[in-house]
Every structure is written in structure tokens, then in C-alpha cells.
């Protein structure tokens, strides 16, 4: 009876546990990279290190040089780390689409080996 209840729980409710793991890692993944933030803020200055116009054209030049570079350091900086949130996301996936697809063979494996050493 207890072989019944863990096969039906294997193939029913711990599968469904699989997959709602899944999405979880998924999401907490997506949180820790903030990458909702990331693309929200994709062109904002670095650190928020702006300079401010003075009253002349040549300070008012120089801010516009230094906020024009600060954005382009944020820029790289966070499309850097949005290609390294992609390719984690894209390694994970594919460990969980192993997951899934490993997870109905596995009591199989067990019955197999136990059949292999008895050989």
C-alpha cells in the first residue's frame, strides 16, 4: 500500500510540486538580478553621479560630457549584467526542463537497478 501511495504521489502531486518549484526559482532568480529595475533604469546615470550646469557654455558643456559618459558606464554596466542574468536564466531552464523530464523515470531507475544487481 505504501508503494501505491508514493507511486501516486510521484506522478500526481509531487510533479505538480516540480513545477511549482520551478516558477519559484524562476522568479526568485528574476528578483535577485532586479531585472525589472535594470531595464527601467537602463539608461540612467551610473551611481546617479550627475553633474550640474553651471552659468557658462563651458560648464554647462563639460556637465552635458559628464552625464552623457556617466549614462554610457550605466549602460554597459547593467546591459552587462542583464546578459549575465540571461545566461543564468537559460542554463536554469535548461536544468529544469532536465529536472522534468528525468523526474517520471527516476522511481523506474531504482526498480532497474535493483533488477541489475540481482543479475
Same mark, same amino acid.
Given at each position: 500500500?505504501? +508503494?501505491?501511495?508514493? +507511486? *501516486?504521489?510521484?506522478? !500526481?502531486? !509531487?510533479?505538480? !510540486? #516540480? ?9 526568485? %532568480? ?7 529595475? %535594470? ?5 540612467? @546615470? ?6 550640474? @550646469? /553651471? ?6 558643456? *563639460? ?5 552623457? #559618459?556617466?549614462?554610457?558606464? !550605466? ?18 531552464? %535548461?536544468? =529544469? #526542463? %532536465? =529536472?522534468?523530464?528525468?523526474? @517520471? ?6 526498480? /532497474?537497478?535493483? #533488477?541489475?544487481?540481482?543479475?
Amino acid at each position: 500500500m505504501f +508503494m501505491l501511495d508514493l +507511486m *501516486r504521489w510521484w506522478y !500526481g502531486a !509531487g510533479w505538480a !510540486g #516540480v513545477l511549482t518549484a520551478n516558477k519559484k526559482r524562476l522568479a526568485k %532568480l528574476a528578483d535577485m538580478f532586479s531585472v525589472a529595475i %535594470l531595464l527601467r533604469t537602463l539608461f540612467s @546615470p551610473w551611481k546617479r553621479i550627475v553633474t550640474y @550646469p /553651471g552659468a557658462s557654455i563651458d560648464a554647462k558643456m *563639460r556637465a552635458l560630457g559628464d552625464n552623457i #559618459v556617466s549614462r554610457c558606464i !550605466g549602460f554597459t554596466v547593467r546591459s552587462f549584467v542583464l546578459l549575465s542574468a540571461g545566461f543564468i536564466f537559460m542554463c536554469l531552464i %535548461l536544468l =529544469e #526542463v %532536465l =529536472e522534468i523530464v528525468l523526474w @517520471p523515470l527516476i522511481p523506474l531507475a531504482g526498480t /532497474g537497478l535493483i #533488477v541489475k544487481g540481482l543479475l
